[in-house]
């Protein structure tokens, strides 16, 4: 992944903590390496930061940078991103 990481919303963050902590499972649309659209039931098992970018770890083992995620539970995911 080469582009610049664009930090996910607040309260975005705060609902995949929640996830995690209630262990929730959840719809999941995220772009892959290929940039294409994938959507799956997911359950979250860890949230953390390496290399200035925050990822998602899930039960499957697959690891998304929270950029690349498109919505959770059909709610759009919005960047902290100030437009100029």
């Not at 610049?4 to 975005?12: D, E, F, L, R, V």
């Not at 963050?13 to 996830?19: G, N, P, R, V």
């Amino acid at each position: 992944m080469n582009k610049k990481y664009i930090p996910i919303a607040c309260g975005t963050y705060d609902l995949i903590e929640q996830l995690i902590i209630k262990k929730t499972s959840f719809s999941l649309e995220y772009y892959n390496d290929e940039h294409e659209e994938i959507i799956s039931g997911a359950k979250a098992v860890d949230v953390f930061s390496n290399d200035g970018a925050e990822f998602l770890k899930l039960e499957s083992g697959l690891i998304l940078r929270l950029d690349k995620i498109i919505s959770i539970d059909n709610t759009t995911i919005s960047s902290c991103k100030i437009n100029s």
